[in-house]
Nanobody, 123 residues
Framework: QVQLVESGGGLVQAGGSLRLSCAAS????????MGWFRQAPGKEREFVAA????????FSLDAVKGRFTISRDNAKKMVLLQMNSLKPEDAAVYYC????????????????WGQGTQVTVSS
């Protein structure tokens, strides 16, 4: 089992940057694919980016490509989401998730979730 805690959210102006962190505890973190999702009020949870257990493969939503970068440090049991050039439409609660198998974009196929961290982008 894996426990996940996100941090790093906050208020930023459009065009600014934030770095979200997801700290994991529990066993076998390095065997999990990890994902970031977001959910804005009144909208469904949306896939943002995911990374394989080794970090060798990653995939992200088209709308964030070139602006967001996902990475992981298995020794530290951390997953990061570097978000640059933020836009008001990026505002949401961001969630970290873990999956025992490979990268997928469907949120209901992830096994463990954090509590979320709020990202607010002012225009």
């Amino acid at each position: 089992q894996v426990q996940l805690v996100e941090s790093g959210g906050g208020l930023v102006q459009a065009g600014g940057s934030l770095r979200l962190s997801c700290a994991a505890s529990g066993r076998n973190f390095s065997s999990y694919a990890m994902g970031w999702f977001r959910q804005a009020p009144g909208k469904e949870r949306e896939f943002v980016a995911a990374i394989s257990w080794s970090g060798s493969n990653s995939f992200s939503l088209d709308a964030v490509k070139g602006r967001f970068t996902i990475s992981r440090d298995n020794a530290k049991k951390m997953v990061l989401l570097q978000m640059n050039s933020l836009k008001p439409e990026d505002a949401a609660v961001y969630y970290c998730a873990a999956r025992r198998r490979g990268i997928v974009t469907r949120y209901n196929e992830y096994d463990y979730w954090g509590q979320g961290t709020q990202v607010t982008v002012s225009s």
